[in-house]
């Protein structure tokens, strides 16, 4: 019923850029908060960029200056444009859609950004 396909990982080298997509379709009612969240193996899985239904952004301190996050209400999408990549920013990056009574996930995309 609600599935939210990702789209944009790769492979790039240090300073590159990249651009994640995130469709929701499905029966998903009050969609508030939209964001993209990341993991590699042994670590917690972090946020990275948020946007609340009004537009309001949070970024990690990590990615500050360099990653912006975007949505397009009206085709349930949210973006998230990386520049200036690092190796350290490798990872499983993951599309996450918050409504009032779920928290839904996407499968994951992998980015790799080689030294």
């Known amino acids: 019923q609600v599935q939210l396909v990702e789209s944009g990982g790769g492979l790039v080298q240090t300073g590159g850029s990249l651009r994640l997509s995130c469709a929701a379709s499905?029966?998903?009612?009050?969609?508030?908060?939209m964001g993209w969240y990341r993991q590699t193996p042994g670590k917690q899985r972090e946020l990275v960029a948020v946007?609340?239904?009004?537009?309001?952004?949070n970024y990690a301190d990590s990615v500050k200056g360099r990653f912006t996050i975007s949505r397009d209400n009206a085709k349930n999408t949210v973006d998230l444009q990386m520049n200036s990549l690092k190796p350290e920013d490798t990872a499983v990056y993951y599309c996450?859609?918050?409504?009032?009574?779920?928290?839904?996930w996407g499968q994951g995309t992998q980015v790799t950004v080689s030294s």
């Open positions: 996450n859609v918050e409504s009032t009574s779920y928290d839904y």
């Open positions: 499905g029966n998903i009612y009050s969609i508030n908060a």
């Open positions: 946007i609340s239904s009004g537009g309001s952004t």
